[in-house]
């Protein structure tokens, strides 16, 4: 069973960084369409990044364009989410998610619909405040 395990979360003031760590566990990331996720209280999950680990190529949501960038290290099995110049409304719970039936990179450019995702870890939560 895949495992997902985020981390790097916090509290921090607007205009500073923090960079998310999704560790898979009996799960090769190789060649594997992998997304960042958010959720803030009362509202929908939103796509934030996207990456196709067998060419990096990514996708970014319109908020996180020019601040957020996805990365992956396949010796370490893990994606990372840099997020720079933080601001308030990016206060969530972050989620990391694969999307299995997602091959390739051009089945893996699109962030939604959140239900092509099957594996989900439980979430780092990112504060940041004015």
């Known amino acids: 069973q895949v495992q997902l395990v985020e981390s790097g979360g916090g509290s921090v003031q607007a205009g500073e960084s923090l960079r998310l760590s999704c560790e898979a566990s009996?799960?090769?990331?190789?060649?594997?369409?992998i997304g960042w996720f958010r959720q803030a209280p009362g509202k929908e999950r939103e796509g934030v990044a996207i990456?196709?680990?067998?060419?990096?190529?990514?996708t970014y949501a319109e908020s996180a364009k020019g601040r957020f960038t996805i990365s992956h290290d396949n010796a370490k099995n893990t994606v990372y989410l840099q997020m720079d110049a933080l601001k308030p409304e990016d206060t969530a719970m972050y989620y990391c998610?694969?999307?299995?039936?997602?091959?390739?990179?051009?089945?893996?450019?699109?962030?939604?619909?959140?239900?092509?995702?099957?594996?989900w870890g439980q979430g780092t939560q990112v504060t940041v405040s004015a």
């Open positions: 990456i196709y680990t067998g060419d990096s190529g990514a």
């Open positions: 998610a694969t999307a299995r039936e997602r091959k390739t990179r051009l089945t893996c450019r699109a962030l939604s619909p959140v239900t092509s995702y099957d594996s």
């Open positions: 009996r799960y090769d990331i190789r060649n594997k369409c």
